[in-house]
Nanobody
Framework: QVQLVESGGGLVQAGGSLRLSCAASGRTFSIASMGWFRQAPGKEREFVAAIIWSVDGTYYADSVKGRFTISRDNAKNTVYLQMNSLKPEDTAVYYC?????????????????WGQGTQVTVSS
């Protein structure tokens, strides 16, 4: 099993920045990639960004490309999501997720482990 704990959400004005953290524990050696997803009220959970554990490859949704950066700290088994130039439409609960198999980074149903989520609210 892998446990994921997110932190760093909050309230920020449009144009501001936040950094989310996701600390992984347990069988972290089994992780192939980690991703961030978000879910706004009344909407489906959507892909935000992902990082492949072994090669540091990163992938982003078009809506956040150029504004968000996913990174990791191997020593701490922690993944970060730096969010800049935030917009009101970025408001959502953000979830960290981990998967043990390669491929299909954009599909939330293929992730094996999920964090509890952290609220991000961007005011206009």
């Amino acid at each position: 099993q892998v446990q994921l704990v997110e932190s760093g959400g909050g309230l920020v004005q449009a144009g501001g920045s936040l950094r989310l953290s996701c600390a992984a524990s347990g069988r972290t050696f089994s992780i192939a990639s980690m991703g961030w997803f978000r879910q706004a009220p009344g909407k489906e959970r959507e892909f935000v960004a992902a990082i492949i554990w072994s090669v540091d490859g990163t992938y982003y949704a078009d809506s956040v490309k150029g504004r968000f950066t996913i990174s990791r700290d191997n020593a701490k088994n922690t993944v970060y999501l730096q969010m800049n130039s935030l917009k009101p439409e970025d408001t959502a609960v953000y979830y960290c997720a981990a998967k043990t198999r390669m491929g299909m980074l954009y599909n939330p149903t293929l992730y094996d482990y999920w964090g509890q989520g952290t609220q991000v609210t961007v005011s206009s």
